[in-house]
Structures are given as structure tokens and as C-alpha cells.
């Protein structure tokens, strides 16, 4: 079977590299010229493990194309995926959907309607509520010759990877949602994902707007015990409890679960803000209110911004001081600094102290090219970046960063105090060091 994916980014590269492992023909398309070039020869435009080597061994096989030619692999294909961007549209806080559309126009454009092959268009992107049939919409006015399940069909096959482990999620994901409404539509998914059944994943079949509403159900509901957690651990530091053992405490009960329940400096990346800002729009939209996602919307917003002040009161007087931090991107494994914490952390900090200094394994390639990076000083390694530092800030919890040799770290610091917005050290640690310590929602 051959299948053809329009973006090439996170979600569409992964998605591709693993369909073709399955065992499909994939072609995946984009339009940067220059990711394509470097695609076809196995280089690899973001940081995620294990992908190289994937890409790599599906390119020897021929199983995995690269083209910035859709009409190339368009005939040949049951399925054309679309996994184009889908940003917040800073305007109105509304989702971007002009990626989509583009992609839509260019594939009504190439159907023909004497093709006697049914196109099944597959939504991956994250879009919201309405859209899959808003395509439909959109294709019987744009090309009124173009009959749906005749010459085309949509499905929503939303994503749930996580970027750093996205490979052994798409492999082994907890579920897939398919939204079809025709047998199709149906048949073409069940196919796709037959490979999963081996693992027992179940494949949840459902219409199209339940598909697409389960993706921001989902993220709506991630974000929320984030934030919620986030909460708890403010309340913990005034009254002296502990939120690693709170949300010990609350995790071990099957109810809640203990997943996603670690306190940090709020979450960011391309997904949990832009997803719950358009579920609040959805719910705007259709005048529903949706007060839960609006208050975890605003609780991470504050959230960032109170992590300066935690450091403003830790370290005192900013205004000659050097600060270190480590790590910029929103998680570990990944090199994407979409919506970090970081971008508004340094930024804040920049206007008051003298220098910021930072180190990111992957992610300093991208935080580059950001102006909230603007005349911050560029470290090799960790060591490196606390030189000579009034503190030490960890934002993200790189491997390489829970086991820096604290001895090492006094004797580099001008004034020995680490603020660690992830609590990957321990106060008994950094007692015997000598280092004064501030982490999250851990007053003791
Ligand atoms: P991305 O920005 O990494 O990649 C999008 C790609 O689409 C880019 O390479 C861009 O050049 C390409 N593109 C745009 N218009 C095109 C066109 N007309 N033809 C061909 N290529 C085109 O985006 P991403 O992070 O992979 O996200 C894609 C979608 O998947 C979004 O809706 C996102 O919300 C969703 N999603 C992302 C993740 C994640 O972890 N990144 C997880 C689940 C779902």
C-alpha cells in the first residue's frame, strides 16, 4: 500500500519513518527545498532519537521517499496524510489554519474526476472541531465535479506522540483514534494500523468530530494536571509539605494517576499551549464556556512569570549579577523551543541582570535564531555556562544535568545557590555542598 504524507516535520517525518517500517510504500512530501534535500540523504532536520537510524534504513529499503512534488506520489497513493503546522493565530488566539487549506487546494487540485481511485485524506494535524468536515465544505465549492466518497473522503487520524520519545510512541501508542464514516475510510485506517494489533492497541473508531475533539479532550485534560499540580506546589512551599510526596500521594490512587503530575516552570512546546488556547476558542465558538481550560490557560502563563520572581528572591539584588541556565527547550530529547518556558524566563531577566549565560544539549541551535535570546552569552557545556554565575538555574531536566559534581559546581560559582525549577536535586545533597538550594514546592 502506498501512502503519502504532506509535511515533514515532527509529526509527519515520524509518522512516515514508521509507516514504512510497517511496511507501507511512504512518500513524504514538504515544501522547504532545503529539509528535502537533506531528507534524502538521511540528514535529519530536529533532534529525536532513534530517527536517523529509522529514516535511514527505510531510505536503503525504498520504502521511504522524500519529494517537495506532490503530484510525484499523488496517483500512486490510497492515503495522503496531511501533517502541516497548525499555530495559534496570535491575532485572535484562533487556530492558523492556512497550512491546511493550502495543502486541501493542492490536493483537490490534483484530483481527477475521472480517476476511478477514491483519495482518502487523512487529518494527523491537530485541527479543530468541524474541520474535517469544513474540508468537505471547502472541496465541493472549490471543485464542485469532486464527489465525496466518490472521488475523495476524509478521516481524522489525530497524533499523540511526544516529541523525545516519539518513535516508541507511534510503535506503541495507548490508542489510536480514527475518525471515518465510511467502511472506506475505515478499511484503509484498520490497514495502516493492522501492525499495532500484534501489541493489542486498540483502535478507536469514531466520527469525525469525536476524533478531532478527543486530540484537544486529551491535551485539555494533560495541561490541567499540570497546572493543577503547579498549584499544589505553590501551596506546599507556604505550608511546608513536600509536592514530590503530594503528588505521590495522589498519583497512587488509579483515579488520578501518577502521570504528569511534576511541578516545574510551566509547560510549553507546540502542542498543551496552542491546543488549549483553541479548545477555549472551540468552546467560544460554539458558546460553551469552557472556565477549566481558560484558568489553566492563565495559570501557566502566570506561572512563568513567577518563576523570575522565585529567582528575583533567591538570588536578591539582580542588577550586577551573572546568571547561568540550564537547559532552553520545553522538555528534554527534543530541540524545539516552541513556547518554552525559557523564552519568557530569560527574556524577564535580561531587562534586570547583567548577564545571562546559558547551555541546551540540542536545543541552542534554534534558541538562536530568537530574539529572546538576544545578548546572552552561548556556553560549550554546563561547567561552562555556571563559571564564574551568582546562581544556577535549572528550566529543563537533561540527563546530563542530574548528576553534576556539586563540589565541582561551588568552587565554579561566584556565590554557591542552584534554583532548580525541576527538582532534580535534593536538599541533603546540596547541604553537604554547601549550596544553597531553592526548588519547587519543597520547603524543607
Ligand atoms: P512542524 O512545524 O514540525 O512541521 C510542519 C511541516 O509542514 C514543515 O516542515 C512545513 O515546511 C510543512 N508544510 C507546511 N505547509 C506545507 C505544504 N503546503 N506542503 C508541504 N509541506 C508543508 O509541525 P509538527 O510539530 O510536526 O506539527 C504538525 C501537526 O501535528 C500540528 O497540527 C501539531 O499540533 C500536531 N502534533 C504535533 C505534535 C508534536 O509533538 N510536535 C504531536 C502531536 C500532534
Redesign the pocket.
Known amino acids: 500500500m502506498n501512502i503519502t504524507i504532506?509535511?515533514?516535520?515532527?509529526?509527519?517525518?515520524v509518522s512516515g519513518a514508521c509507516f514504512s517500517e510497517f511496511g507501507f510504500n511512504v512518500t513524504c512530501?514538504?515544501?522547504?527545498e532545503e529539509?528535502i534535500k537533506n531528507l534524502k540523504k538521511a540528514i535529519i532536520?530536529?533532534f529525536e532519537p532513534n530517527l536517523e537510524d529509522l529514516v535511514k534504513k527505510n531510505i536503503a529499503s525504498n520504502r521511504l521517499t522524500f519529494t517537495?512534488d506532490?503530484a510525484s506520489s499523488f496517483y500512486d497513493s490510497v492515503a495522503i496524510f496531511i501533517?502541516?503546522?497548525?499555530p495559534t493565530n496570535i491575532k485572535n488566539n484562533s487556530t492558523d489554519l492556512s497550512?491546511v487549506y493550502?495543502?486541501v487546494k493542492?490536493i483537490a487540485d490534483l484530483i481527477k474526476v475521472n480517476d476511478k481511485n477514491t483519495k482518502l485524506i487523512v487529518t494527523?494535524?491537530?485541527?479543530p472541531v468541524g474541520t474535517s468536515k469544513d474540508i468537505i465544505k471547502y472541496i465541493s465549492k472549490y471543485k464542485p465535479e469532486l464527489k465525496l466518497y466518490e472521488h475523495y473522503d476524509v478521516a481524522s487520524n489525530?497524533?499523540?506522540?511526544?516529541?523525545g520519545s516519539?518513535i516508541e510512541d507511534f510503535m506503541r501508542p495507548d490508542r489510536v483514534i480514527c475518525g471515518a464514516e465510511s467502511e472506506f475510510a475505515e478499511n484503509i485506517l484498520q490497514k495502516l494500523y493492522r501492525p499495532l494489533n500484534l501489541r493489542e492497541t486498540l483502535i478507536l473508531f469514531t466520527g469525525r468530530e469525536t476524533a478531532e475533539l478527543i486530540?484537544y479532550a486529551s491535551n485539555g485534560f494533560l495541561a490541567t494536571k499540570i497546572s493543577f499540580i503547579n498549584e499544589m506546589s505553590d501551596i506546599c512551599e507556604k505550608v511546608g509539605a513536600d509536592v514530590q510526596k503530594v503528588a505521590k500521594g495522589i498519583g497512587l490512587d488509579r483515579r488520578i494517576g501518577s502521570k504528569f503530575l511534576h511541578p516545574g516552570p510551566g509547560f510549553g512546546?507546540?502542542?498543551f499551549p496552542?491546543?488549549t488556547r483553541a479548545l477555549a476558542e472551540i468552546g467560544k465558538k460554539y458558546d460553551v464556556r469552557t472556565k477549566i481550560i481558560e484558568s489553566v490557560i492563565e495559570v501557566n502563563d502566570n506561572r512563568k512569570l513567577n518563576m523570575v520572581v522565585k529567582i528575583k528572591n533567591a538570588i536578591g539584588g539582580l542588577e550586577n549579577k551573572i546568571i547561568s541556565i540550564l537547559g532552553l527547550t520545553f522538555k528534554p530529547n527534543t530541540d524545539?523551543m516552541r513556547e518554552s518556558p525559557s523564552l519568557v524566563i530569560v527574556s524577564e531577566l535580561k531587562k534586570i541582570v547583567a548577564k545571562i549565560k546559558v547551555y541546551d544539549p540540542a536545543g541552542m541551535g534554534n534558541a538562536k535564531k530568537l530574539k529572546e535570546f538576544d545578548g546572552v552569552e552561548w556556553c560549550n557545556n554546563a561547567y561552562d555556562c555556571i563559571s564564574n554565575a551568582n546562581a544556577m538555574v535549572v528550566i529543563t531536566e537533561w540527563n546530563e544535568f542530574r548528576a553534576l559534581d556539586l563540589t565541582k559546581v561551588k568552587k565554579l560559582l561566584q556565590t554557591p545557590i542552584i534554583i532548580d525549577l525541576r527538582n532534580v536535586y535534593n536538599k541533603q545533597d546540596m547541604d553537604e555542598a554547601k549550596i544553597e538550594y531553592i526548588s519547587v514546592g519543597r520547603s524543607e
Open positions: 504532506i509535511g515533514s516535520g515532527y509529526v509527519g517525518l512530501v514538504d515544501k522547504d529539509k532536520p530536529i517537495t506532490l501533517a502541516v503546522g497548525t497550512y493550502g495543502v493542492e494527523k494535524s491537530t485541527v489525530p497524533e499523540f506522540l511526544r516529541e516519539a486530540k512546546g507546540s502542542c496552542k491546543d524545539d
